[in-house]
């Protein structure tokens, strides 16, 4: 069973930083992809940065420069670095991993995606 628990979240001023951590446990081997999303009050949830198991990462146009993924395979831990914050960052911010289909040993996996609890970043002076 696949578990992804986030955290690093809270209260920063505008200016500030802040680094998110998600940690995965459970079928780990089958992930494509992990990444964060978040949701402001009253908008959809939205991509910020996804990861590849091959490394290669991809970012939403507004945190272009200023967030960072970057991930530890030994951890199983996918990490959010966040500079530069605005309030306009302020959401519940969600750790997400993309489970590819296929077989893994004799078991066989269905495309899948699972999805942390969410950690609260609030940018605020």
């Known amino acids: 069973q696949v578990q992804l628990v986030e955290s690093g979240g809270g209260l920063v001023q505008p200016g500030g930083s802040l680094r998110l951590s998600c940690a995965a446990s459970?079928?780990?081997?089958?992930?494509?992809?992990m990444g964060w999303y978040r949701q402001a009050p009253g908008n959809q949830r939205e991509l910020v940065a996804t990861i590849t198991s091959g490394g290669s990462t991809n970012y939403a146009d507004s945190v272009k420069g200023r967030f960072t993924i970057s991930r530890d395979t030994a951890k199983n831990t996918v990490y959010l670095q966040m500079n530069s914050l605005k309030p306009e960052d302020t959401a519940v911010y969600y750790c997400?991993?993309?489970?590819?289909?296929?077989?893994?040993?004799?078991?066989?996996?269905?495309?899948?995606?699972?999805w942390g609890t969410g950690t609260l970043v609030t940018v605020s002076s």
């Open positions: 459970g079928s780990t081997f089958s992930f494509s992809a």
């Open positions: 997400n991993a993309a489970q590819a289909p296929g077989w893994y040993g004799s078991d066989w996996y269905d495309p899948m995606d699972y």
